[in-house]
């Protein structure tokens, strides 16, 4: 079983950029697709990006491609999300989320089993 922790959230202005990590424990870590979705107040929980265990895929949501990237370092267990570009709608609690039993970088949260608390981004326009 994967524990996940997200860190790196906070204020910042249209524009900016923020760099959230997500440090995982377990020994499956390094098997498991990871992924960033986010949820705003009042609306559903939305992919962002995955990547597979290898990180020789990743997947972005429409709305963040070419701002977002997604990576990950199997040897420190942790995944990154580089934000670049803020945009005011990008303000919601983001939540890493992992799958250890999927071999593809998916956007359907239904395939993702752990989930960390989240951590909060707010993009002031």
């Known amino acids: 079983q994967v524990k996940l922790v997200e860190s790196g959230g906070g204020l910042v202005q249209a524009g900016g950029s923020l760099r959230l990590s997500c440090a995982a424990s377990?020994?499956?870590?390094?098997?498991?697709?990871m992924a960033w979705f986010r949820q705003a107040p009042g609306k559903e929980r939305e992919f962002v990006a995955a990547i597979t265990s290898r990180g020789t895929s990743t997947a972005y949501a429409d709305s963040v491609k070419a701002r977002f990237t997604i990576s990950r370092d199997n040897a420190k267990n942790t995944v990154t999300l580089q934000m670049n570009r803020l945009k005011a709608e990008d303000t919601a609690v983001y939540y890493c989320?992992?799958?250890?039993?999927?071999?593809?970088?998916?956007?359907?949260?239904?395939?993702?089993?752990?989930w960390g608390q989240g951590t909060q981004v707010t993009v002031s326009s």
């Open positions: 989320a992992a799958s250890p039993y999927i071999y593809y970088s998916s956007s359907d949260l239904t395939n993702y089993n752990t």
């Open positions: 377990g020994r499956t870590f390094s098997d498991a697709t």
